[in-house]
């Protein structure tokens, strides 16, 4: 068995095996990845009598290649540098530490064009090392489209030149809450620590993620989440509120009634400007914009956004939410930019351009029937059910062989046509530390990337897991462990996992336990 993660569409392990190190002659088409296969290889032993060849051929699709392996030659072909650089991938994998790789033959393209990861830095920040060894993970496993969410109700992430409170001012709060417990009555635990001062990412320092991950075929989305989700930025500039009261970043996790008022031109002004510094930094095809998460219990009585409702013709408090995606996704469009959203921002399709892109987290409608509307519209959907693939739930409640279980037949069988792809999200308001970090996001990213590459056909949950246990030390030597298998397997359970009907209130009341049992030992 070839130990692979993602899967290929077809391999063919043959005997014998090849040198594969620093001493390859390696040449040929691709002189992006021929580059970047003699960079990471430079100190790698091995490689001796030995050549890698990168040939073009048109018959690979854009993202797929054929590896053939021989004792003393190893031959690629591709039709892209995408094309090559996953090959590359792939022959890392296989050499692992062993200064060598099987002879074998592989034809291989993905399932999808869309393979996503998201990481939250709102919550809680993380170094640039940090984004930059998940981006080297994600390349490791095919995966091509980093959605980073860099503003939210507790902290502003991203340098805006022309509003600097929001780093100055929008990065800092008060503490941080700790538990769920107690939440609905005002009451649940706190620390009594100032959180997130310089904690934010200057332009310069996102220019240099940005550049890291398109040496690795991944595009950076940015995530500002508008017109909820705000309070931090509210904080900053109240007059972004229907109220315009003072305001303070929120230290509270959940969902917030404080949120920008689209009544307001200065709200629309305000995001524009927004848009126009990040989009000379990020020059991918995507900016996400949140959506989700809207109450709109001070809109029905803002009379600035009852006066918009009015003027523009609109049906509800939902229209005006749509009326603001409109403006935005069309403004994004004359940059040259494709607006997504999460898929509360479907509520209002009608008014919206198709070429918006749905991220379906969660059921809001009966049976989805907002997202399979979308899609008969002509839309596009990309998938992250949360009750699949929410890397912040504990193993318990998430195993990775439900992880491993998402598929398009979720939203049903028709609806494939619509799907873009897939992504995975690590939220971070609970995970405080990288090593929390890496146990909940580290097998799940390996799992997903699989779900979002392979053929359905190819999948079988057993087999992988043996792959991922033979992988262990490949993925270590990226600095990327693996949590051990009884707890990705759900195994590690309060005594309140087998009692369904309590294990969701329970968990409420300790969202740290695993974390708490194995912080020690990893």
Same mark, same amino acid.
């Given at each position: 068995m070839l130990n692979i993660i993602p899967v290929p569409l077809k391999a063919e392990e043959k005997e014998g095996f090849a040198p594969f190190g620093g001493k390859l002659k390696i040449y040929g088409e691709?002189?992006?990845?021929?580059?970047?296969?003699?960079?990471?290889?430079?100190?790698?032993?091995g490689g001796e009598g030995c050549e890698l060849v990168f040939e073009k051929n048109t018959d690979a699709t854009e993202e797929g290649y054929f590896l053939k392996v021989e004792e003393k030659t190893i031959k690629v072909k591709a039709s892209s540098e995408k094309g090559a650089f996953y090959a590359l991938m792939t022959l890392l994998q296989l050499a692992g530490n062993a200064g060598r790789v099987p002879c074998c033959e592989i034809g291989d393209k993905p399932r999808f064009a869309y393979r996503g990861f998201m990481l939250d830095s709102a919550r809680h920040f993380w170094s640039i090392d940090t984004v930059k060894r998940?981006?080297?993970?994600?390349?490791?496993?095919?995966?091509?489209?980093?959605?980073?969410?860099?503003?939210?109700?507790?902290?502003?992430?991203?340098?805006? +030149?022309?509003?600097?409170?929001?780093? %100055?001012? !929008?990065?800092?709060?008060?503490? /941080? #809450?700790?538990? =769920?417990?107690?939440?609905?009555?005002? +009451?649940?635990?706190?620390?009594?620590? %100032?959180? !997130?001062?310089?904690?934010?990412? /200057? #332009?310069?320092? =996102?220019?240099?993620?940005?550049?890291?991950?398109?040496?690795?075929?991944?595009?950076?989305?940015?995530?500002?989440d508008m017109p909820g989700h705000m309070v931090a930025a509210i904080a900053c500039y109240p007059e972004l509120s229907c109220t315009g009261e003072p305001a303070e970043v929120s230290t509270r996790w959940g969902v917030m009634d404080n949120i920008c008022c689209c009544g307001k031109e200065d709200v629309y002004r305000f995001a524009k400007d927004v848009i126009d510094e990040l989009c000379e930094i990020f020059p991918g095809r995507f900016f996400h914009i949140g959506g989700d998460e809207v109450p709109k219990k001070r809109w029905k009585t803002c009379p600035n956004c009852q006066e918009k409702i009015k003027k523009e013709g609109l049906k509800d408090e939902n229209a005006l939410q749509g009326y603001f995606n409109s403006e935005i996704a069309n403004y994004l469009k004359s940059k040259g930019k494709r607006m997504s959203g999460w898929n509360e921002i479907l509520d209002a399709q009608d008014i919206m351009d198709t070429e918006i892109v749905a991220q379906w987290w969660v059921n809001h409608s009966a049976g989805n029937a907002q997202e399979k509307k979308w899609i008969k519209r002509g839309g596009k959907i990309i998938m992250s059910p949360v009750s699949y693939v929410y890397m912040d739930h504990p193993y318990h409640l998430r195993p990775l062989k439900k992880t491993y279980a998402t598929d398009t037949e979720l939203l049903g069988a028709d609806?494939?046509?619509?799907?873009?792809?897939?992504?995975?999200?690590?939220?971070?308001?609970?995970?405080?530390?990288?090593?929390?970090?890496?146990?909940?996001?580290?097998?799940?990213?390996?799992?997903?990337?699989?779900?979002?590459?392979?053929?359905?056909?190819?999948?079988?949950?057993?087999?992988?897991?043996?792959?991922?246990?033979?992988?262990?030390?490949?993925?270590?030597?990226?600095?990327?462990?693996?949590?051990?298998?009884?707890?990705?397997?759900?195994?590690?359970?309060?005594?309140?996992?087998?009692?369904?009907?309590?294990?969701w209130a329970l968990w409420y009341k300790n969202v740290n336990y695993e974390w708490e049992l194995m912080k020690d030992r990893l």
């Open positions: 691709f002189s992006d990845t021929v580059k970047f296969a003699e960079k990471i290889l430079i100190n790698a032993k998940y981006i080297d993970l994600m390349a490791r496993l095919k995966m091509n489209e980093f959605h980073f969410h860099l503003t939210d109700d507790q902290g502003w992430r991203v340098e805006i +030149k022309k509003y600097p409170l929001l780093t %100055e001012k !929008g990065s800092i709060r008060k503490n /941080t #809450q700790l538990s =769920l417990y107690g939440y609905n009555s005002g +009451k649940e635990a706190h620390d009594d620590v %100032e959180y !997130g001062r310089g904690c934010f990412y /200057t #332009q310069e320092q =996102l220019k240099d993620i940005v550049a890291y991950a398109a040496e690795r075929h991944i595009e950076v989305i940015p995530e500002i609806f494939e046509k619509g799907v873009l792809g897939m992504e995975i999200p690590q939220w971070t308001e609970y995970i405080r530390c990288e090593k929390k970090l890496d146990m909940l996001t580290v097998p799940r990213l390996i799992t997903f990337s699989e779900v979002c590459w392979s053929d359905r056909a190819n999948k079988d949950y057993g087999e992988f897991e043996k792959r991922l246990e033979n992988s262990r030390e490949y993925f270590a030597s990226l600095n990327c462990p693996i949590c051990p298998k009884y707890l990705y397997t759900g195994k590690v359970r309060p005594w309140y996992a087998f009692t369904d009907g309590l294990k």
